[in-house]
């Protein structure tokens, strides 16, 4: 018999969270059973691409969303349908855009349409003077997601969500009862800390010496990159010998001239999109992650299974502390607050949390089971 083909629809298939935690689902699904395809909004390759193919999966690519291709990418969704009848289960991560995938999918019959919160944009800011401002370009983004969220509903079969708090965002109040909580599960055993391969890729990175801040996640508005660098700005006008590694995609020149102008170019090591992100982990000493809005990132997870201690912004749900690691700091607090808080929590044993990951139900094994028996069930 031949597996159930699950179309994912996503942006790229880099290492961000919807994209980290659909891998990890891949990986331990059993493909002759449930084999996943992906529908792609990018003309480029992703981390990920040559392990979907290794795995079976076929890439399929339409171009990017955006108001001046919106028609011709509309006829491009239904021509898609129209020749790939073989996909009854469409599984789309691209939160408030999946409306225009939804939309064609459920014009061509497919009958199980998913639609999978993974982010909370409840706030927007534009106060000049506060602290917790957007940019102009969230803003925009902002503003068409929640004018389009309305129709998703509708819409789609099934809602799922990475938390409690994006599920509302996306589906509404009143739809809480029927959104079904996808946890953002990882194999655990990847990321157990190893104080030997710690030591091993810190002298690969080169960071020897002093205190190592990190971070994951793509270089998007939301991820809050400027105040992070002046947090450790303010943590190495204190510490010298401070590094921060900064690990994801995207445009990073506003971020690469902050650091010159501070001139912080010894310190801060812009890694780019990696695939050895368990390995980073291990030689990373203390987590920093001040995003303004988020649903609940699998990174966080990742961080908590490699026993990090985590300083986070509180705007990230208080659910997604599963080890006791996570100390949530308000936006408004200062960055010299921050670089204070990141020194007092500095000084921790690091241990294996294993057991707390998987008691707080986040580890992959089970969580696929469960995925992959829904899907099974669809369509048979």
């Known amino acids: 018999m031949k597996p159930i083909r699950v179309l994912q629809v996503l942006t790229i298939m880099n290492r961000g969270g919807a994209e980290t935690m659909v891998m990890n689902y891949y990986r331990n699904m059993d493909r002759t059973k449930v084999q996943f395809d992906f529908l792609l909004h990018r003309q480029d390759r992703g981390v990920f691409d040559d392990e979907i193919e290794q795995l079976g999966g076929k890439i399929h690519r339409l171009h990017n969303i955006s108001l001046g291709n919106l028609s011709k990418y509309k006829k491009a969704l239904d021509e898609f349908f129209k020749t790939h009848p073989e996909y009854q289960i469409v599984h789309s991560h691209l939160n408030a855009l999946s409306v225009f995938v939804l939309k064609s999918a459920k014009k061509n019959n497919v009958q199980t349409r998913i639609a999978h919160s993974h982010t909370s ?15 102009l370009r969230f803003a925009f983004k902002f503003v068409m997601q929640n004018m389009l969220k309305r129709q998703v509903p509708s819409n789609a079969s099934h809602y799922y969500s990475c938390g409690d708090k994006a599920g509302v965002w996306l589906f509404g109040k ?12 990882i194999d655990t055993s990847q990321f157990v800390y190893n104080s030997i391969k710690a030591l091993e890729k810190k002298k690969e990175l080169e960071v020897t010496n ?22 450790f700005e303010e943590l190495n006008n204190i510490d010298k010998s401070s590094t921060l ?35 980073i982990l291990q030689a990373i000493d203390l987590f920093l992650f001040p995003s303004t ?27 997604l502390d599963v080890t006791g690691l996570v100390d949530f700091v308000p936006l408004m607090q200062s960055p010299k607050y921050w670089a204070e808080k990141i020194l007092e929590s500095a000084k921790y044993n690091r241990i294996d949390t294993t057991d707390k990951i998987v008691k707080g139900n986040y580890d992959i094994k089970n969580n696929a089971l469960m995925l992959q028996e829904f899907y099974f069930n669809q369509v048979n």
Not at 257 to 268: D, G
């Open 174 to 185: 009143k739809n809480k009862s029927r959104v079904k909580i996808i946890n953002n599960a």
């Open 245 to 279: 590694i900064l690990v994801g995609a995207g445009q990073r020149k506003q971020y690469e001239e902050f650091v010159a102008k501070a001139k912080l170019e010894a310190n801060v090591k812009f890694l780019g999109a990696r695939n050895d992100v368990p390995e």
């Open 210 to 231: 002093g205190l190592v801040i990190g971070h994951v996640g793509n270089f998007v508005p939301e991820k809050n990159h400027l105040f992070l660098l002046q947090v």
């Open 293 to 319: 809005n988020e649903g609940l990132p699998v990174t966080l997870i990742e961080a908590q299974a490699s026993g990090l201690k985590i300083i986070a912004s509180d705007e990230i749900s208080k659910e």
């Open 121 to 135: 944009l409840y706030n927007l800011n534009l106060n000049p003077f506060s602290k917790k401002r957007h940019s």
